[in-house]
């Protein structure tokens, strides 16, 4: 079978790895600095810190903005659960905002729209995450316009993202957010196994997440209510968590940092290749505005349902059938039985319902071949015809 995504381990990198075992520091030693800092200077943001997840990395996000019981935070329906979850586990609500159907990204007509109607209800967000879906940044400056006018913060849910630009900026710059989050899962763009990041201009904020990181413990002698008692001595000022990276994934992820150029060039090329060999087909695929550089970090198709004279399903089931494991980015997060359970139902998001009965995945990932993007697309022309 085919994967839809895989990662790309050299050897410099096992060889970065290596090093850390022989070395003095497993973790808490000096590659989680060092990969926070080229990430850091990679990006144009001023502080990043390092966690164990994105997932993580969004709770603290949450947190640190002062997320709390009573708040609202919104999001987009077309992503992975964790871009929701987030402010659940910080006692919050969330509520949805319908995507763009050509970018599959938060529709930020919707979200005006539904911030219109919040404000005359008296219940407007604390927080809106947009999530770069696929790679594709959302219309960050219009997004940002929006969180001056009605007073709501931003973090960049950049799980997908890393590597991509936006008006020729590289995506988590934090130009036009509050804090942004990139995941190291395999399947992302660069790994570190599993890990995340999250980056700022703020060092309030940077501060407060490296400290919940860890425990909520400081070592820093003018956090302490006290004078130290001794060498020793800590002070645990906050209610933190364990959500520390080891400095074996962060030099993989260093070193892994050095190819992530050429990781997003191999996906452009790639999916040129699925454009050209589909063009002509019943399907669609994302729009990519001119003021945006994917980092492709999905291919995703929409099948023209009506001009198709089978289900949704069956495509998909043929696909994997001829050994492609196509796959579904994602069930609308209001659809899952956790939020169903929460009052949400289908109908409510109508578009990111439609995106749902039409997406695949196609595969895309670095070491893909040439001949396998051919193969994948010959099935589908052919299961389409
Ligand atoms: C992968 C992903 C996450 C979670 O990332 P982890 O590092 O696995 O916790 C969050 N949001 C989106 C959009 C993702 O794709």
């Not at 060092?34 to 200077?41: K, S």
């Not at 994105?54 to 708040?71: E, F, I, M, N, Q």
């Not at 579904?328 to 169903?340: F, N």
Request: proline share 5%.
């Amino acid at each position: 079978m085919i994967p839809y995504g895989r990662q790309n381990i050299s050897e410099s990198d096992i060889q970065a790895v290596v090093e850390v075992l022989q070395s003095d520091f497993l973790t808490q030693g000096p590659m989680v600095p060092a990969f926070e800092n080229a990430l850091a200077q990679y990006c144009g943001a001023r502080h990043a810190v390092a966690v164990n997840s994105a997932t993580s990395a969004l709770h603290l996000a949450c947190l640190a903005l002062g997320v709390k019981p009573g708040d609202r935070v919104w999001t987009s329906p077309i992503t992975f659960v964790a871009s929701a979850n987030c402010a659940l586990y910080c006692g919050a609500g969330v509520d949805f905002v319908d995507i763009d159907p050509l970018t599959y990204n938060l529709s930020v007509e919707c979200l005006a729209e539904k911030l219109r109607q919040a404000e005359r209800r008296g219940c407007l967000p604390k927080v809106v995450i947009p999530v770069h879906f696929a790679g594709l940044s959302c219309d960050m400056e219009a997004i940002h316009r929006l969180s001056r006018q009605y007073g709501f913060k931003i973090i960049e849910d950049a799980s997908h993202a890393i590597g991509g630009r936006y008006r020729g900026e590289p995506i988590g710059n934090c130009r036009y957010a509050d804090i942004a989050i990139f995941s190291f899962h395999p399947v992302k763009i660069i790994t570190t196994g599993e890990g995340g990041m999250a980056l700022t201009n703020d060092a309030g904020l940077a501060k407060k997440m490296a400290l919940l990181r860890s425990h909520g413990i400081t070592r820093e002698p003018a956090d302490m209510t006290q004078a130290a008692d001794g060498p020793w001595y800590y002070q645990q000022i906050e209610l933190g968590f364990n959500y520390r990276i080891t400095d074996i994934q962060a030099a993989l992820g260093l070193s892994q940092l050095n190819r992530l150029d050429a990781f997003v060039d191999r996906r452009h090329q790639l999916a040129e290749i699925y454009r050209q060999q589909l063009a002509g087909l019943p399907l669609n695929w994302q729009l990519q505005p001119d003021d945006c550089r994917s980092s492709l970090h999905l291919f995703v198709i929409r099948l023209q349902t009506s001009q198709i004279g089978k289900p949704h399903l069956n495509v998909f089931r043929q696909l994997r059938d001829a050994g492609i494991g196509v796959n579904l980015h994602y069930i609308p997060v209001h659809l899952q039985p956790y939020y169903q359970n929460l009052g949400f139902k289908p109908g409510d998001y109508p578009q990111a319902e439609q995106y749902y009965a039409e997406a695949i995945t196609l595969p895309l990932y670095p070491d893909l071949t040439e001949s396998q993007v051919l193969q994948i697309s010959g099935a589908l022309q052919e299961n389409l015809n």
